[in-house]
């Protein structure tokens, strides 16, 4: 597996509050997912980079270059520049994993000379949402590990007993103990199709902010019932307005599709092409509604 593993440097150039251009470097890690030479790593590694240089574990380095990066998401799609052929890591469905599982976060842990540092744990829990991040983002999907995450981790591989990659490891919680989070790799393997294809995500788009509807939640909205996708804000001229929902309804289903949570709105919604009108049932005022809504390309930050 080490040498799928990569260390990752970046000479990066930033723009101070007095719109200074500064220039500094930064560090993190990546894996070969592709033996034509193509890395995943976190968006945050590579943002503002003017060069990227990759140490392998037997202390070669080469050279790589953006393919693309979804902020959205904090993944990015790196290369070596030249071409070669490399050892790669299966992607596994991280649908399957299961809380429990032990699983192996490898990377460049606090930017140590050598070997990338290898820790263990078990998977704490599936389907976390993480943010807001410093870029306001909040991540969806995440896997939650007590294998040990450090500072220069991001963008290492979290990998199960038979070798497969199972997520990419993002975030660290100040202040907790014991708590990393990885992006899942069925999330990571949609995302790097497209960033290889195209060099960018493009995401349809509901045009709404919403929460999971619990049964706190419920009492509160004095909702009938205790799952769904609660509208708590709509985009001015979006696909949700301009079909009609409303703040407060409560989703129900997308395209056929049952939503329990925003995780399940989020996959019904991006099985669907940008363009396509879906039929999205919502409760109000104590009724299901039937709306049609016309997905748009989701906006992207910059």
Avoid at 111 to 138: D, M, N, Q
Avoid at 185 to 203: F, R
Avoid at 242 to 271: C, F, H, W, Y
């Amino acid at each position: 597996m080490k040498p799928s593993v990569v260390s990752i440097s970046v000479e990066i150039t930033q723009t101070d509050f007095l719109g200074r251009e500064v220039r500094g470097t930064a560090a993190g890690s990546g894996f070969i997912f592709d033996s034509r030479g193509y890395i995943l790593t976190n968006n945050h590694v590579v943002e503002n980079a003017t060069r990227i240089l990759l140490t392998m574990d037997d202390t070669r380095r080469f050279e790589a270059e953006l393919v693309g990066r979804d902020p959205l998401t904090d993944l990015a799609v790196i290369k070596f520049t030249e071409d070669m052929e490399v050892p790669a890591l299966l992607l596994a469905d991280s649908d399957e994993l299961r809380i429990g599982e032990w699983v192996v976060a490898i990377g460049n842990a606090l930017g140590l000379p050598g070997e990338p540092t290898v820790t263990v744990g078990v998977v704490g829990a599936k389907s976390r949402t993480v943010g807001p991040l410093a870029s306001g983002i909040y991540l969806h999907n995440m896997l939650q590990t007590d294998a040990a995450i450090n500072p220069g981790n991001s963008g290492g591989p979290l990998i199960d007993l038979n070798g497969r990659v199972v997520g990419i490891n993002s975030a660290i919680i100040e202040g907790a103990n014991g708590i990393g989070f990885s992006i899942a790799a069925n999330t990571a393997k949609a995302v790097a199709e497209q960033l290889v294809e195209h060099g960018k995500v493009v995401w349809p788009w509901l045009g709404i902010s919403a929460n999971d509807v619990t049964p706190q939640v419920a009492v509160e909205y004095d909702l009938s019932i205790s799952q769904g996708v609660l509208v708590l804000g709509i985009e001015p001229g979006g696909p949700a307005d301009k079909a009609g929902m409303r703040v407060e309804d409560v989703i129900l289903s997308l395209a056929g599709n049952a939503i329990p949570d925003t995780i399940a709105l989020q996959r019904a919604t991006r099985q669907n092409a940008i363009g396509a009108t879906v039929e999205v049932a919502v409760l109000r005022d104590g009724r299901e509604v039937q709306l049609s809504v016309t997905l748009e390309e989701m906006p992207r930050p910059q």
